[in-house]
């Protein structure tokens, strides 16, 4: 599955999320990551998230596609942090 994690958290937990994000997906800008996820992991992330955040006080969203063909991706300006399907 492909799948598009965007968070807005605390300060206190920004470090935190990121870095347990980047275990799993690649870092596309800041508060932005985007990748292929087996459906395994992709559950392992919703979990892990809910570890780490406040509910009450933190937010993510996760756009989840069947695979990147489904999404269109368009970037407007200079791209950061490329994409690439290749591994």
């Known amino acids: 599955m492909y799948v598009i ?3 807005d958290v605390n ?3 920004v470090a935190k ?3 347990f994000l980047r275990r ?3 870092h596309i800008q800041n508060s932005v990551f985007e ?3 087996p459906e395994s992991k992709l559950e392992a992330v919703r979990v892990g998230l809910r570890k780490i955040m406040e509910e ?3 937010s993510a969203l996760m756009w989840v596609f069947r ?3 489904y ?6 300006g200079v791209e950061k942090k490329p994409v690439s399907n290749f591994l």
Do not use: M, S, T, W
């Open 67 to 69: 695979d990147d063909h």
């Open 17 to 19: 999320v990121c870095k």
């Open 11 to 13: 300060v206190k937990r």
């Open 71 to 76: 999404a269109d991706r368009q970037v407007i």
């Open 56 to 58: 009450d006080e933190d």
């Open 35 to 37: 990748g292929d996820l």
């Open 5 to 7: 994690v965007v968070y």
């Open 24 to 26: 799993y997906l690649p």
